[in-house]
Nanobody, 125 residues
C-alpha cells in the first residue's frame, strides 16, 4: 500500500504560479507512475500530467501543456506539480495518484491504484 498526501494548494490570482507537493509513504516501490488530476465543481476528474519513475516519460493534455510541469524526487518519495500562468479555469481540487507499471505512463483515472485526499486550488480573476 502507498499513502499519498498533497499540499501546497491555496488562493492565488490570475497569472500566478503555485507548486503542489505529494509525499508518499508505505510501499513506495509501487510509486512507479505518478499522475496529477484535477476535479472542478460538478465535473469529472481530469488528468493534468503524468510522469514515469525515471522522469523520461511525461504526458500533458493540451489544456495545461507549457504551463504545468510534473517532477519527482525519488529519494524524498515526493512528486511535484508546478503550475504557471494560472487562470480561473484552473480552479479545482488537485489530486496526486500513483501506480505500478508495466507502462511508463497512464492517462485514465481508473488506471491508478493509489490516491491522495486532494488539495484545493482557487484562482481569482
Amino acid at each position: 500500500q502507498v499513502q499519498l498526501v498533497e499540499s501546497g494548494g491555496g488562493l492565488v490570482h490570475t497569472g500566478d504560479s503555485l507548486r503542489l507537493s505529494c509525499v508518499a509513504s508505505g510501499d513506495t516501490s509501487h510509486m512507479v507512475v505518478i499522475g496529477w488530476f484535477r476535479q472542478a465543481p460538478g465535473k469529472g476528474r481530469d488528468l493534468v500530467g503524468t510522469l514515469s519513475r525515471s522522469g523520461a516519460t511525461t504526458y500533458y493534455p493540451d489544456s495545461v501543456k507549457g504551463r504545468f510541469t510534473v517532477s519527482r524526487d525519488n529519494a524524498k518519495n515526493t512528486a511535484y506539480l508546478q503550475m504557471d500562468s494560472l487562470s480561473p479555469e484552473d480552479t479545482a481540487v488537485y489530486f496526486c495518484a500513483a501506480r505500478t507499471g508495466p507502462a511508463t505512463y497512464y492517462l485514465r483515472e481508473y488506471d491508478y491504484h493509489y490516491w491522495g485526499q486532494g488539495t484545493q486550488v482557487t484562482v481569482s480573476s
